[in-house]
């Protein structure tokens, strides 16, 4: 199940001595967390309060992931039962979130690897990263560009919100829909056309936000015409097709 970032995550862990199979427990005890960006942490049994003892033999820790992405963990225990186990903890963006930083203007982009995951591979190793980085296609620089194409296209759908308008945390929603749908018109077009792609249910649900931020402004706002011409491909794509 994953988890969401700030989220706390706790973890347990049980030693077993290698003859009885009985909970047994180490001398020394460390966690080591990879974040999704590549940073180590090391944690240790009796150094701070993320790591504590909760019954013979068992250990757990306790944290609050501030990436969103795939973390890798590894407990390290020395004594009867000296050895390593290790795994991994898949943390999402919060697409709903508008509480991130003082600029909401445009979403993240994990909030976008949130929605299309699969898409996070490494180049070189198919391995699912969680997140666009350097080494993904598209990168992260490419979706950062999506980002602010969408944002343009949605403002043109539904116009300059105010500052404290309710609609601000639906709009960030349908441009972050609306980048997943460029992603796909322009890495994975062959999917698309074959039916394998989330491409056709993100804009369903991009159609829907708009709708209803249309709907929700007051009366006077100015009647737009033509809803969905602008959405309905990527501006790249579209582009490329009337060339």
Same mark, same amino acid.
């Given at each position: ?111 976008? !690897? ?97 709708? !209803? ?18 959405? !309905? ?11």
């Amino acid at each position: 199940m994953a988890r969401e970032v700030n989220e706390l995550v706790e973890l347990e862990q049980t030693f077993r001595h290698p003859e009885t199979g009985e909970p047994t427990n180490v001398d020394t005890l460390t966690l080591e967390l990879r974040s999704p960006s590549g940073e180590d942490v090391t944690h240790t049994l009796g150094q701070g309060d993320t790591l504590e003892r909760v019954e013979q033999g068992t250990y757990r820790a306790s944290w609050r992931p501030t990436e969103a992405g795939t973390w890798h963990y590894r407990w390290r225990g020395t004594g009867l039962v000296d050895g390593t186990r290790a795994g991994e903890v898949f943390v999402e963006a919060t697409a709903f979130d508008d509480t991130d930083g003082a600029d909401d203007t445009i979403p993240r982009v994990e909030h976008v !690897a949130g929605l299309l995951r699969s898409r996070t591979r490494e180049n070189g190793t198919g391995r699912i990263l969680g997140m666009f980085t350097d080494t993904t296609t598209p990168s992260r620089r490419d979706v950062e560009g999506y980002l602010t194409e969408a944002a343009g296209i949605v403002d043109a759908e539904i116009g300059q919100l105010e500052e404290t308008s309710q609609h601000r945390p639906a709009r960030r929603r349908a441009i972050t829909l609306f980048a997943a749908v460029i992603v796909e018109d322009n890495h994975f077009s062959d999917e698309v056309e074959a039916g394998r792609s989330p491409r056709d249910r993100h804009y369903a649900l991009y159609e829907r936000l708009i709708k !209803a931020i249309l709907g929700g402004l007051n009366d006077s706002t100015p009647n737009r015409h033509g809803f969905g011409a602008l959405a !309905a491909k990527s501006a790249t794509r579209a582009a490329a097709e009337q060339g």
